[in-house]
Structure formats: structure tokens, C-alpha cells
């Protein structure tokens, strides 16, 4: 996970004190299933994975047919194709295509760039051999983020938007949404989604392993939501060395919405810390009540080390 401080920019509310954060998550969303692999070869610009067709998890794809499939619609292109080797390492590509060739084969395209690593000349991890039994699955990067979903211009929201549905205030309304992002960060046309109407925060605060007694004995520390610590772990780890993502063990998520309609005229402090009760609309519009969600997330331990 990822946690963007202070973005964007249009949801930053210094009226009512608020500054959301934007999340970004990566993981199996569009398939719970692992693939068997039969063989990977890099032919002309990209590698061409050949999954085994007669298995369970291909059987509950629905065969694999390219017509609308659970297989075809989880392999989008932009996506990443996961590999695991026989050491247990992983290897990464990013998803060009998917189709099922003339001879019946399962084959995920990926492009020639990030290179797939293959096991030669005494190298530690990659693809062994033609990668026979490795295991594949797809993994999606999903943005959560408070923005103002009126300018997206899009046809099926425009009914939110339209003079006869909206209440005072309703020029600035925000709203979580959730996006999907390619290999490269940008967004999957048509992947974006309304999560929660009048939104106003979204924050985060974390569980981590700070540091190690011993090798199998953990320190553990919980951030508050709002304390800098927690950016400290969950930051872009492109070009980076520095501990951070994989310590975290767990993530407390807090989201506040605000009614549709002002119904007071005063505000009510909120504790500090604490969640606010009150959204004020502005110019005069007067105080809308607001509702805090919290969730305690905990993230399991998947890469086979001892604490």
C-alpha cells in the first residue's frame, strides 16, 4: 500500500480543518485464482506465458474462452502478470493481451519491458528451465482518493449533477471513488467507480514493525491517523532501499461523509484529537452533519518469515 499526504489537491478543506490522504493498493482483486504455468518464452517484442488449460482454476474461468470470461475480463492489458518461481521468488510483467490461439493454448502477452528474469549461469531466483508448473495470477493497482466527481464529465454520474437534484452546496460536494491504475500509474479507461457521495476525509493511521529485539521478535508501534510517522512507511518504493510497505501490519481507515443539506447554523468543536460532527458548506450555508466510518484492517504476513 501507498499513502499520497494532502492529495489531491482539490480535497484539501482548510475551511473545516481537513487534509485527505489518497490511497493506493495493489493486490489480486480481479481473480482470486493462481494459474499453473505450462511454458514462458520471450518471442518477438514480449514474453507469451502459456498457461496449462486442464486445471481447476481454469475450469472455474470458464475454460478459458476469450468471449467474456472470468480469465479474459482479470487479464486486462495495463495490469501485471505475477509469476512465482520454485524458490519462491517472483518475477513481474505487465500485461499486453490475452487470447486463446488456434491450436486451444491459454496465452498472456507481456510486454518486453520490465524484462522477466530466467534462471541461468548459477543466478539465485527467475524461470527455471521452460517455467513448467510456476504459478501466475493477475495483480490490479487501485486508487482510492476524495475528488470532485463532477468534472469527470461522466455520462453515468451527470444525473447527480443535473439543477433539479441538488441541494445548496452541491457546487463544491466531493466523493470517494475508487480508480483503476495501469503498470505506469495512470488511469484504466472506464475503471472509474463512485464509492461514497459527499465524502469529505479519508485518513489513515498504521500498525508497524518498527525494529527487532531479535530476529524473530518484533517492536510494534500503532500511529495515530494524522501523525507524520505513518507516511514514513507507506511511501513509493520506486528507486528506494529504505524500510518501509512491508513492515506494516495493519491499518486503521477512517472516512467522514457529510449530509446532503445544511441543518444547523453553529458548529460544534470537535476534540482534539477526535472526528469532526460538523461540516460547515460555506458562504453562510450553514453546518451539515457529519459521520465518521472507521475499519481496523489487519494485513497478513505472506512472505513466510518468522514473526
Known amino acids: 500500500m501507498r499513502l499520497v499526504r494532502n492529495a489531491p489537491a482539490e480535497a484539501q478543506d482548510s475551511t473545516n480543518g481537513l487534509a485527505p490522504d489518497q490511497l493506493i493498493v495493489s493486490g ?3 481473480s482470486a485464482e493462481t494459474f ?16 496449462q488449460a486442464n486445471t481447476g482454476a481454469v475450469a472455474r474461468s ?3 474462452s476469450a468471449d467474456g470470461a472470468t480469465w479474459a475480463r482479470s487479464s486486462k492489458a495495463g ?4 509469476i512465482l518461481d520454485s524458490t519462491g521468488r517472483y518475477e513481474f510483467g505487465w500485461i499486453e493481451g490475452y487470447a486463446v490461439n488456434a491450436q486451444g493454448q491459454m496465452v498472456v502477452s507481456l510486454k518486453q519491458s520490465p524484462a522477466i528474469a530466467f534462471r541461468k549461469d548459477g543466478g539465485s531466483c527467475g524461470i527455471e528451465g521452460l517455467g513448467v508448473g510456476m504459478q501466475a495470477n493477475v495483480v490490479s493497482f487501485i486508487r482510492y482518493e476524495i475528488r470532485n466527481l463532477k468534472n469527470a464529465n461522466l455520462a453515468r454520474y451527470q444525473p447527480l449533477y443535473d439543477p433539479g437534484a441538488t441541494a445548496p452546496g452541491d457546487e463544491t460536494r466531493l466523493e470517494l471513488v475508487r480508480v483503476e491504475l495501469d503498470a505506469e500509474g495512470k488511469e484504466m479507461d472506464d475503471s472509474l467507480e463512485l464509492v461514497s457521495e459527499y465524502a469529505v476525509d479519508l485518513r489513515f493511521g498504521l500498525t508497524v514493525v518498527t525494529s527487532f529485539r531479535t530476529p524473530s521478535d518484533p517492536e510494534i508501534a500503532s500511529f495515530p491517523i494524522g501523525d507524520s510517522k505513518n507516511y514514513d512507511y507507506a511511501f513509493d518504493v520506486t528507486g528506494q532501499t529504505a524500510t518501509g510497505p512491508e513492515r506494516i501490519r495493519a491499518v486503521r481507515a477512517r472516512l467522514v461523509v457529510r449530509s446532503r443539506e445544511a441543518d444547523r447554523v453553529q458548529n460544534i468543536p470537535p476534540p482534539t484529537p477526535g472526528n469532526i460532527f460538523r461540516y460547515g458548506i460555506g458562504a453562510d450555508g450553514g453546518y451539515a452533519r457529519a459521520r465518521t466510518l472507521t475499519a481496523d484492517v489487519q494485513l497478513p504476513n505472506l512472505s513466510g518469515v518468522t514473526w
Open 28 to 30: 489480486s482483486y480481479a
Open 36 to 51: 499453473p504455468v505450462r511454458t514462458v518464452v520471450l518471442e518477438g517484442s514480449g514474453y507469451q506465458v502459456y498457461l
Open 62 to 64: 470458464n475454460n478459458g
Open 79 to 82: 495490469r501485471m502478470l505475477r
